[in-house]
């Protein structure tokens, strides 16, 4: 390994976030770093890298792809080739007859535009309440600031389920219950997000906001002019971490709504299962979970690293 | 030179001056206001529906109420004593200990091996990595669906490939001992791929120069992996087994989904679930598994909150 290549192809041997390259022993050129494909693939360590590198590798992809690529491909499917000794990989006759079904089964267009709408407002509101927490927990100056994070904290701890029977109880009381406004309500306090930001806006140089505070702007423009707008990057990823957990969300909305044109997907699915699963209708239950999927997997796809690294948030100190 | 001294930046000590004082108590008080609008709203929303509800579960907790009746029975600890001496109570402990134990071992004996395949760089390193996480993200309602799918035993994927093997499929849906093992099998497929992230992480933060040095002494891959990376892992290894711990007694769309009746997989979760919402409508009873599982995770969440706090220098 004393030799040195250079190469070119720096993005397919390492991605921005990844391992420090290799150190060589007795590069003679500066800061050498061995491209770590190219060494994967030398003569000598080729059989280790298929064998133990790309053999689990793929295995590993395959066991977590296969499901989904499954669930995609019998969505087209007509309900005979499902009910089959003897299925095919390709449906034979693909037909969308499956999503037309789901959407007799449950108001579908409805279903999904309350899922849209509720994600929508609760994120956005979530995530502005935690801007504004955050800021006010680190910039505002009031005694006890640091008893009320505490509080905050604490209440990162209660699992939701712990709250369900008070809170539909209060939201009955409100005339909530079987409203949206009644699904998105209860969980607009954020903990979470308020607990993120707060660590990323103590993280700032002081000299930023003080400078600001010289020139005379008040709280409310250091936060949306200098605070906010340098911090995008952490209130991105809280953005979408909400954004996806409102989605997902089943058993607030599944205890709070009991008409299916108020329900959200998870719970207009529920109801979709309810109905089907006894008929061996697993078409129509497919192309249901394409629907609530393949959204949130689409923005997984575009934007993993901000989510991975807000879902993984405490681990990587 | 006669030099006058430069003003002090700061303004001149506090004198007797009523103006300066009442123009200082407004600031303050303009402060507070700033505060109050800024973080009053997420403040009184988290008392409103998560504080109120904890200390209004205790009282319920006290209570022999059905859902939705205008009376109830004060019964003390009547059900708190139900929960921790009754079959079915038992039942609740043991399906949730099993379901948590599995889930949580199983995650991280998986994630750390594909943590591992991930650590040699190769290239499709992300591609790989992303796809392993993805499920992490999805709905436990789609996820389920899926399974349930795979996992029928007349025309399930898993049956057809059983059979293939000369084996038949067993009934997963009515067995409750089998149901449990299907929803923990999908639940580490859901979550291996965090756990296996997470490992990465911790597995990249080790220095190169202490692998090299062990590769010098002629450590080969094993010993590595065990005298050099694990230890080295330690503090992953803890903060995984909390967060798994967490998230796997909170688990329930996917159980709620494959499952409906809890048979054989009515974890904690499930059972404050059933008992308010399902069929019995027993919401005191309800209230004290609520309380208990509060409890149980408030315990959880604080050790590893006292352990990150002394190790988070640790490196």
Redesign the interface.
């Known amino acids: 390994m004393s030799t040195v290549t250079r190469t070119t192809s720096a993005a397919?041997?390492?991605?921005a976030d990844?391992?420090?390259g290799?150190?060589s022993t007795t590069g003679p050129a500066p800061a050498p770093t061995q491209p770590?494909?190219r060494r994967?693939f030398r003569r000598e360590n080729v059989v280790a890298?298929l064998v133990?590198?790309?053999l689990?590798?793929v295995i590993?992809?395959l066991?977590?792809?296969a499901?989904?690529v499954?669930?995609l491909i019998?969505s087209f499917k007509p309900a005979s080739e499902?009910?089959?000794?003897?299925?095919t990989l390709w449906p034979q006759d693909p037909t969308s007859a499956n999503y037309a079904l789901v959407a007799d089964r449950v108001p579908l267009a409805r279903v999904f535009l309350n899922s849209v709408v509720v994600t929508a407002v609760g994120a956005g509101i979530k995530v502005l309440?935690?801007i504004?927490?955050a800021?006010?927990?680190v910039f505002?100056?009031?005694p006890g600031?640091n008893a009320?994070f505490l509080?905050?904290l604490v209440?990162l701890?209660?699992?939701p389920?712990?709250?369900?029977?008070?809170?539909?109880?209060?939201i009955s009381a409100l005339g909530g219950r079987d409203t949206l406004w009644g699904i998105v309500?209860?969980?607009?306090?954020?903990?979470f997000g308020?607990f993120l930001l707060r660590q990323q806006f103590r993280a700032l140089p002081l000299e930023l906001v003080e400078a600001a505070e010289l020139d005379g702007a008040g709280?409310w423009r250091r936060?949306w002019s200098i605070v906010a707008p340098v911090s995008l990057p952490a209130i991105v990823t809280v953005a979408l971490v909400t954004v996806?957990n409102e989605?997902?969300n089943?058993?607030w909305p599944?205890?709070i709504i009991d008409s299916p044109e108020n329900m959200t997907?998870?719970v207009g699915?529920?109801l979709l299962?309810?109905i089907e699963?006894q008929t061996?209708a697993?078409g129509v239950?497919?192309a249901?979970?394409?629907l609530?999927?393949v959204p949130?997997?689409l923005v997984?796809?575009l934007l993993?690293r901000h989510?991975?690294a807000g879902?993984?948030q405490?681990?990587?100190? | 030179m006669a030099v006058t001294p430069v003003a002090p930046a700061r303004p001149a000590p506090r004198v007797a001056d009523p103006d300066r004082r009442r123009r200082r108590r407004s600031a303050t008080s303009r402060r507070h206001l700033t505060f109050v609008l800024l973080a009053g709203p997420n403040i009184a929303l988290i008392l409103a529906f998560i504080y109120f509800p904890l200390a209004s579960n205790v009282y319920y907790s006290l209570l022999d109420w059905r859902l939705g009746a205008r009376t109830a029975d004060v019964v003390g600890l009547a059900n708190y004593v139900e929960l921790f001496t009754s079959s079915r109570g038992f039942d609740v402990w043991r399906v949730t200990l099993i379901f948590t134990l599995a889930t949580v071992v199983g995650s991280m004996v998986l994630g750390l091996l594909v943590a591992l395949v991930l650590d040699r760089n190769l290239p499709g390193k992300t591609f790989a990595r992303t796809a392993v996480f993805a499920p992490y993200v999805l709905s436990g309602v789609g996820v389920g669906l899926i399974w349930l799918f795979i996992f029928d035993p007349r025309i399930g994927l898993l049956g057809h490939v059983l059979r293939a093997l000369g084996q038949s499929s067993p009934n997963w849906f009515i067995d409750p001992t089998l149901a449990l093992v299907m929803v923990i099998v999908v639940y580490v497929w859901k979550n291996l791929g965090y756990c296996a992230v997470v490992y990465l992480a911790g597995l990249q933060s080790i220095p190169k120069d202490l692998l090299e040095a062990a590769q010098l002494d002629g450590a080969g891959p094993v010993r590595q992996l065990f005298s050099v990376k694990l230890p080295l892992l330690g503090p992953t290894v803890f903060f995984l087994s909390v967060t798994c711990i967490l998230s796997s007694m909170q688990a329930f769309d996917i159980l709620r989904i494959m499952t409906p009746t809890g048979n054989g997989t009515n974890t904690i979760i499930f059972e404050i679930f059933l008992q308010s919402f399902g069929a019995y409508q027993r919401a005191g009873y309800s209230a004290a598994l609520a309380v208990v599982l509060f409890v149980v995770l408030f315990v959880v969440t604080a050790v590893q909150l006292r352990y990150v706090e002394r190790k988070v220098h640790y490196r």
């Open positions: 397919t041997s390492r991605d990844g391992a420090p290799t150190p770590e494909w994967a890298t133990g590198g790309y689990p590798l590993a992809v066991i977590i792809a499901p989904l499954w669930m019998a499902i009910v089959t000794p003897d299925p309440l935690a504004t927490t800021y006010a927990l505002v100056r009031v600031r009320i509080g905050i209440a701890m209660v699992p389920e712990a709250a369900m029977l008070p809170n539909y109880l209060t309500l209860p969980g607009l306090g954020t903990a308020t709280h936060l996806v989605w997902n089943f058993l599944l205890v997907l998870p699915l529920n299962r309810s699963s061996g697993y239950l497919m249901g979970a394409v609530v999927i949130v997997l997984f796809a993993q989510i991975v879902l993984t405490g681990a990587v100190k």
